[in-house]
């Protein structure tokens, strides 16, 4: 079995629930520091902290309470650095609502760029597509150190 097989087989197990297709930009320089890897998880850890403070207040650091997502980081010669998410939606929260929410948070990041992309899956086959687009390989050189397991909380305790 692939590298690819096996990480689809470990979404399957752990799926995001309520999900939503996302894709955030980032901007590739910012004061002289050019985006890396290391620079991305940092940065997408900033994102994470303030959506999931703005929406959960201080059961995020006290109760761990947090939206459950699926991060991978993709860049080569020819794309932006970005990364593909399927984060939770709150089932609370309206679609609107919560788009605009993550585009807020994601501009407060020092890396976060302005081009976001968002769906709402309509049904599994476009949210199993989605993650096949995720884990192609053709703009990563190493698709296991793509997905940025830091971030990636669909398999932690809820």
């Known amino acids: 079995m692939s590298i690819q097989a096996h990480i689809k087989q470990f979404y399957d197990q752990h799926s995001v629930p ?14 002289g520091q ?7 998880e940092q ?4 994102f994470r902290n303030l959506i999931n403070t703005k929406l959960y ?9 947090q939206l459950s997502m699926f991060v991978v980081r993709e860049s080569d010669a ?8 399927v984060i939770e939606q709150p089932k609370d929260i ?19 760029y302005n081009e976001i ?4 899956p309509a049904e599994f086959s476009r949210e199993d597509g989605w993650i096949d687009y995720c884990l192609k390989k053709r703009t990563k050189s190493d698709l ?6 830091a971030n990636s909380t669909c398999f932690e305790l809820r």
């Open 78 to 85: 020819t794309h932006r650095h970005h990364l593909h998410l």
């Open 117 to 120: 992309h968002f769906e709402k």
């Open 34 to 40: 050019k985006i890396d890897d290391l620079a991305s």
């Open 94 to 112: 309206e679609l609107h609502f919560f788009m605009h929410m993550v585009k807020s948070c994601w501009q407060k990041t020092k890396f976060g």
């Open 57 to 65: 207040k201080n059961a995020y650091k006290r109760h761990r309470k």
């Open 43 to 46: 940065n997408l850890r900033h």
């Open 144 to 149: 296991a150190s793509s997905i940025d397991w």
């Open 18 to 31: 309520n999900p939503v297709n996302l894709t955030l930009t980032e901007k590739q320089l910012v004061n």
